[in-house]
């Protein structure tokens, strides 16, 4: 198993920037990818981006250019670094680690609440 623990979230201003961080522990080796959810009131989960062990990103057409997903390996940590937010960013956001080569949805985070409002 893996544990996937998020924090950064919180009340942001548009146009403001957020960085969220999930620190991963456990049987890290099992999985290659890490990435971010987003689930907003009323809405299905959604992909925000990903990074895989390898380096290859994908980004949500929603947040490209806005968003920036970087890793640390050393400290087993993702970084989702979210900038000009807009209102429509607002929701939980969830970490994800998963293997690309498995069936196994991995696992998942508990979720951080990410609002912008002014």
């Known amino acids: 198993q893996v544990q996937l623990v998020e924090s950064g979230g919180g009340l942001v201003q548009p146009g403001g920037s957020l960085r969220l961080s999930c620190a991963a522990s456990?049987?890290?080796?099992?999985?290659?990818?890490m990435g971010w959810y987003r689930q907003a009131p009323g809405k299905e989960r959604e992909l925000v981006a990903y990074?895989?062990?390898?380096?290859?990103?994908k980004f949500a057409d929603s947040v490209k250019g806005r968003f920036t997903i970087s890793r640390d390996n050393a400290k087993n940590t993702v970084y989702l670094q979210m900038n000009s937010l807009k209102s429509e960013d607002t929701a939980v956001y969830y970490c994800?680690?998963?293997?690309?080569?498995?069936?196994?949805?991995?696992?998942w985070g508990q979720g951080t609440q990410v609002t912008v409002s002014s």
């Open positions: 456990g049987r890290i080796f099992s999985i290659n990818v």
């Open positions: 994800r680690g998963w293997n690309s080569n498995s069936n196994s949805p991995g696992s």
């Open positions: 990074k895989t062990e390898d380096g290859i990103t």
